[in-house]
């Protein structure tokens, strides 16, 4: 996100760690508080002198939520946003005195956020970026046990992470519909801003499907909460105790809060979560073309009835869109039976479309309105960042490891249909031990094909700890075979 720092006068980049807080007027009945009536099994919050009485739901849920503490991100400042080194002396001091970690010291801690439960055996979604470049992850639970964690995936292009803790009958907090909020709608935050844990502030839903300018595969719910440092990675609630978002970003100029904050839809979330615990990665769909929004002289000039659609500026050789005949100069007006308002709609709808599904794509070309059937294909080069092999549990590697991307695969015919690449290699480890180095390719382990992270994990996790494991990489287009000993 960008803030401008009235200070000095420059633009900076924030992605803040942050929760949301309330702001918004008072309510006089349940049906002016924009309340949809709640699913079987739950019930709304009752109202009380005129709002909402959130002391049940926020009981019910601070149990679930955690406060997430990160050792060894090179890049961030002790848990602050970027920017923070603009606001006045005097704020920065203010801040300085919270604690910087859920535990308020004894641990040196560089940066810290939220997450919340969302399996009894220890699933935990936060944002990727307060994992990003993670070394340790550790959970705080509100029994006060301090678990580490498991990075199973991250996929910056969601900014979603999905953690897991060794633990069980863990409470867990339950999953709304994002589709289903209205502007207007009461929501309900609770995080750790400043590591001040379980927090608990409200706000309204100001705004939905918010496109930003360097998120294009999120449709975020804007709020009027307040949000800080420490909150990224925290739960967005309704008023029937459901998820209905996690907090991700603010605008600010100052880099505090200005009543403008976004979270990600938890039905984005939940497309994420379930490819990272099945695949470790997220694959989208790929139409292949350069697209830009239609204003009304664009649309008189095109003979087009209406200012919106995406229009197609070029198409990529060889991308799904040529094959099926899309060129410089349409408009899509429609995908897959879904209205393209603006051309920060259509990545979302390919995004989010099956690999190999064949759709209708309508356009606007010259004149006339045609459909074209158009086959997606997945998204190149541009995989969320896996953790295939866990960098905190017993046993493991001690590598991250992320899919190869398709030019990666071109340069070498062996790696077709196997292969993943080393992109962090942990101190310490069993990887630095046997001279496994970052760039190596894996490409099998006890002659079994690593065809993708999760394959990786899974042989890993299996491996006996009595013998070491020959592993097949290929460093500087040359293969070799390197045997690991897994530390017990």
């Given at each position: 996100m960008q803030q401008f720092n009235l200070?000095?006068?420059r633009k900076v980049l924030l992605t803040t760690l942050l929760v949301a807080g309330l702001g918004g007027g008072s309510a006089l009945s349940l049906a002016e508080t924009n309340v949809p009536p709640a699913p079987p099994g739950l019930m709304n919050a009752p109202v009380a002198a005129g709002l909402p009485e959130l002391t049940g739901l926020i009981k019910a849920n601070s149990p679930a939520v955690v406060s997430i503490s990160v050792d060894g991100k090179a890049d961030d400042q002790g848990g602050m946003p970027e920017g923070f080194d603009e606001l006045p002396e005097e704020l920065q001091q203010f801040f300085h005195r919270f604690p910087r970690g859920?535990?308020?010291?004894?641990r040196s801690t560089q940066a810290f956020g939220s997450g919340f439960i969302i399996s009894t055996d220890g699933y935990i979604v936060t944002n990727a970026h307060v994992v990003d470049n993670a070394k340790t992850v550790t959970v705080l639970l509100t029994d006060k046990r301090e678990l580490e964690a498991e990075i199973v995936g991250s996929d910056k292009l969601s900014d979603v992470a999905l953690l897991r803790v060794k633990a069980d009958n863990l409470p867990i907090v339950q999953l709304g519909d994002s589709d289903r909020l209205d502007v207007g709608q009461w929501v309900v935050a609770i995080g750790a801003p400043f590591g001040l844990d379980h927090t608990a502030t409200q706000g309204i839903v100001s705004a939905l499907s918010r496109s930003l300018p360097t998120e294009n595969y999120v449709p975020f719910i804007q709020t009027d909460a307040a949000v800080n440092p420490g909150n990224s990675?925290?739960?967005?609630?309704n008023l029937q105790g459901q998820v209905i978002g996690v907090n991700s970003q603010i605008y600010s100029r100052s880099g505090g809060y200005m009543g403008v904050s976004f979270a990600i839809p938890v039905n984005v979330v939940k497309n994420v979560v379930d490819q990272l615990k099945t695949s470790g990665q997220v694959s989208r769909g790929w139409l292949g073309v350069e697209i830009q929004s239609v204003d009304n002289k664009l649309a008189q000039s095109l003979s087009l009835p209406q200012a919106k659609g995406a229009l197609v500026?070029?198409?990529?050789?060889?991308?799904?869109a040529d094959k099926a005949g899309i060129q410089a100069g349409d408009v899509i007006t429609t995908f897959n039976s879904m209205g393209v308002e603006s051309a920060n709609t259509l990545p979302l709808l390919v995004g989010n479309t099956a690999i190999g599904k064949s759709v209708p794509v309508e356009v606007w070309r010259v004149g006339k309105a045609l459909v074209i059937n158009t086959t997606i294909e997945k998204l190149p080069g541009k995989e969320s960042t896996?953790?295939?092999?866990?960098?905190?549990?017993?046993?493991?590697?001690?590598?991250?490891v992320a899919e190869l991307t398709q030019a990666e695969r071109d340069k070498n015919s062996a790696l077709k249909e196997q292969g993943v690449v080393v992109r962090?290699?942990?101190p310490d480890s069993s990887a630095t031990e046997a001279g496994i180095e970052v760039g190596d390719i894996i490409l099998s382990v006890d002659n079994t094909a690593i065809k993708d992270s999760a394959t990786l994990r899974d042989i890993v996790g299996k491996a006996s700890k009595d013998k070491p494991l020959a592993v097949l990489i290929l460093r500087d287009d040359r293969t070799r075979?390197?045997?690991v000993t897994i530390k017990k």
């Amino acid at each position: 996100m960008q803030q401008f720092n009235l200070m000095t006068g420059r633009k900076v980049l924030l992605t803040t760690l942050l929760v949301a807080g309330l702001g918004g007027g008072s309510a006089l009945s349940l049906a002016e508080t924009n309340v949809p009536p709640a699913p079987p099994g739950l019930m709304n919050a009752p109202v009380a002198a005129g709002l909402p009485e959130l002391t049940g739901l926020i009981k019910a849920n601070s149990p679930a939520v955690v406060s997430i503490s990160v050792d060894g991100k090179a890049d961030d400042q002790g848990g602050m946003p970027e920017g923070f080194d603009e606001l006045p002396e005097e704020l920065q001091q203010f801040f300085h005195r919270f604690p910087r970690g859920p535990r308020g010291g004894g641990r040196s801690t560089q940066a810290f956020g939220s997450g919340f439960i969302i399996s009894t055996d220890g699933y935990i979604v936060t944002n990727a970026h307060v994992v990003d470049n993670a070394k340790t992850v550790t959970v705080l639970l509100t029994d006060k046990r301090e678990l580490e964690a498991e990075i199973v995936g991250s996929d910056k292009l969601s900014d979603v992470a999905l953690l897991r803790v060794k633990a069980d009958n863990l409470p867990i907090v339950q999953l709304g519909d994002s589709d289903r909020l209205d502007v207007g709608q009461w929501v309900v935050a609770i995080g750790a801003p400043f590591g001040l844990d379980h927090t608990a502030t409200q706000g309204i839903v100001s705004a939905l499907s918010r496109s930003l300018p360097t998120e294009n595969y999120v449709p975020f719910i804007q709020t009027d909460a307040a949000v800080n440092p420490g909150n990224s990675g925290g739960p967005l609630f309704n008023l029937q105790g459901q998820v209905i978002g996690v907090n991700s970003q603010i605008y600010s100029r100052s880099g505090g809060y200005m009543g403008v904050s976004f979270a990600i839809p938890v039905n984005v979330v939940k497309n994420v979560v379930d490819q990272l615990k099945t695949s470790g990665q997220v694959s989208r769909g790929w139409l292949g073309v350069e697209i830009q929004s239609v204003d009304n002289k664009l649309a008189q000039s095109l003979s087009l009835p209406q200012a919106k659609g995406a229009l197609v500026a070029s198409v990529l050789p060889d991308s799904p869109a040529d094959k099926a005949g899309i060129q410089a100069g349409d408009v899509i007006t429609t995908f897959n039976s879904m209205g393209v308002e603006s051309a920060n709609t259509l990545p979302l709808l390919v995004g989010n479309t099956a690999i190999g599904k064949s759709v209708p794509v309508e356009v606007w070309r010259v004149g006339k309105a045609l459909v074209i059937n158009t086959t997606i294909e997945k998204l190149p080069g541009k995989e969320s960042t896996t953790t295939a092999d866990s960098k905190t549990t017993k046993g493991a590697l001690g590598v991250a490891v992320a899919e190869l991307t398709q030019a990666e695969r071109d340069k070498n015919s062996a790696l077709k249909e196997q292969g993943v690449v080393v992109r962090e290699v942990q101190p310490d480890s069993s990887a630095t031990e046997a001279g496994i180095e970052v760039g190596d390719i894996i490409l099998s382990v006890d002659n079994t094909a690593i065809k993708d992270s999760a394959t990786l994990r899974d042989i890993v996790g299996k491996a006996s700890k009595d013998k070491p494991l020959a592993v097949l990489i290929l460093r500087d287009d040359r293969t070799r075979f390197i045997a690991v000993t897994i530390k017990k």
